[in-house]
């Protein structure tokens, strides 16, 4: 829009502007209080005005006799001028009539010159616009990667879970067999968004976290704290689910050293997601990979410092910082 307005103001300012720069170098012969030279500038301004669009038109050609089009257009238009306003209308003198020549070329040149910077200062933005959209098609191929997946392991090692459950017909089976389904059912409802709110979030991680609970006993303990008036901000989707699955793919789970992992919100509009330090015995790489989609997804969002992590010696925390509703309406 705001290109567009420069593009309509540019050539009337050019088309007015020239003129009066002239009348500024020339005042002596053309005095600005005649009826003459308010004339004078009006057919300028004109004329000026349709040799903007002109060259603007032709320059535009897809031909590779397009520079041969816009110098015999040029030329029709110095022809035009030459034999309506030096000969016909204002009977300019002979002496000058030359110059009026040269200040059209002139002002041909400026004009071409002033179009071509707009055209190349057009088509840089127009890269830079098409750099982030591939860029931001990219994070969203990799956030929606992020939002479906789950460790493999877990779908399996859940069946198994049930299958042991089942066969020793334990009574937690049926609520087992609900969150699994809860679980999925979740993912697949959000994956397509950007942003859910928390309440949404936690549905998914309580599936989750009951899920492993069946699985760790007494060696997961988890625990959530968050006050009612932050159900409703929104945050990225599977953000949270993300740091929790981490924490037990970084992590062993046992009955003498449970692995206790801590959900609360703070003042700062952030949820704060804490746990314990037990490295697996048995060495995982940490690519980053969640926490940088995390990040990704917040630069979307634009966002700036949406996640934060700190790790000492016998504790992992990340915060994530809430979006309230009225932010996500307002980008909608």
């Known amino acids: 829009m705001k290109q567009n307005k420069i593009h309509n103001f540019l050539p009337i300012a050019i088309a007015v502007l020239l003129p009066g720069i002239n009348f500024l170098s020339h005042n002596t012969d053309w005095p600005i209080a005649s009826y003459d030279s308010l004339l004078r500038w009006i057919w300028s301004s004109v004329v000026l ?176 704290n968050i006050n009612d008036a932050y159900w409703n901000d929104h945050i990225p989707t599977m953000s949270v689910q993300t740091i929790v699955e981490n924490c037990f793919k970084h992590n062993r789970t046992s009955v003498a050293e449970p692995l206790h992992i801590e959900i609360t919100a703070d003042a700062n509009n952030e949820i704060i997601i804490r746990n314990n330090l037990l490295p697996k015995i048995s060495v995982v790489e940490k690519s980053g990979y969640g926490i940088q989609n995390i990040q990704k997804n917040y630069m979307l969002l634009k966002i700036a410092d949406g996640i934060h992590f700190e790790e000492t010696d016998r504790q992992f925390e990340v915060k994530l910082k809430l979006i309230s509703d009225e932010c996500i309406n307002h980008r909608g």
């Open 49 to 224: 005005y349709i040799l903007w669009y002109v060259l603007l038109w032709t320059s535009k050609l897809r031909s590779k006799y397009k520079w041969l089009w816009v110098t015999a257009a040029t030329l029709a238009i110095v022809a035009i001028v030459y034999a309506l306003f030096a000969v016909m209308v204002f009977r300019i003198p002979q002496t000058v009539r030359y110059q009026l020549i040269i200040k059209i070329l002139f002002a041909a040149a400026l004009q071409l010159i002033i179009q071509y910077s707009l055209r190349a200062s057009d088509n840089i933005g127009r890269l830079k616009v098409e750099k982030e959209q591939a860029i931001t098609e990219i994070y969203k191929l990799q956030l929606q990667e992020l939002r479906t997946r789950v460790d493999p392991h877990f779908l399996f090692n859940s069946l198994n879970t049930l299958r042991s459950m089942v066969h020793l017909k334990d009574p937690k089976s049926e609520p087992f067999i609900l969150h699994l389904s809860q679980l999925y059912r979740q993912m697949l409802k959000l994956k397509e968004q950007a942003t859910v709110t928390l309440r949404d979030e936690m549905e998914v991680v309580n599936a989750y976290v009951f899920l492993m609970q069946q699985r760790s006993g007494t060696g997961l303990q988890f625990s959530q």
